[in-house]
């Protein structure tokens, strides 16, 4: 089975971080750009990163540029986001997925993207 699992998530304080990963198994990530995405109850889906499948071009939504930072480890077959001053406005379900597109405008839409994680919860809160 293709499988693309996050992890990491949990409570915060605002201010603090978090590392969340992207495990995949039944195939490799070297030939997939790895997307990054957040979804909070009663809004929209939203892009926060991408990196190409090469590693070279990687992109952040305004929301979250200078304070997370999208990795890969493909000896791990695993994605990174490392998330640094969390905010409140962080608070949301987060997942990752792949894409063999090379496309920067489909990079930043769900659409461009095939599999999916299910998401792993962030909380930020005091």
């Known amino acids: 089975q293709l499988r693309l699992v996050e992890s990491g998530g949990g409570l915060a304080q605002p201010g603090g971080s978090l590392r969340l990963s992207c495990a995949a198994s039944?195939?490799?990530?070297?030939?997939?750009?790895i997307g990054w995405f957040r979804q909070d109850p009663g809004k929209e889906r939203e892009w926060v990163s991408y990196?190409?499948?090469?590693?070279?071009?990687?992109a952040y939504a305004d929301s979250v540029k200078g304070r997370f930072t999208i990795s890969r480890d493909n000896a791990k077959n695993t994605a990174y986001l490392q998330m640094n001053r969390l905010q409140p406005e962080d608070t949301a379900v987060y997942y990752c997925?792949?894409?063999?597109?090379?496309?920067?405008?489909?990079?930043?839409?769900?659409?461009?993207?095939?599999?999916w994680g299910d998401g792993t919860q962030v909380t930020v809160s005091s």
């Open positions: 997925a792949t894409s063999v597109l090379t496309i920067t405008e489909r990079l930043m839409r769900a659409d461009g993207y095939v599999y």
């Open positions: 039944g195939f490799t990530l070297d030939n997939f750009a």
């Open positions: 990196i190409s499948q090469s590693g070279y071009y990687m």
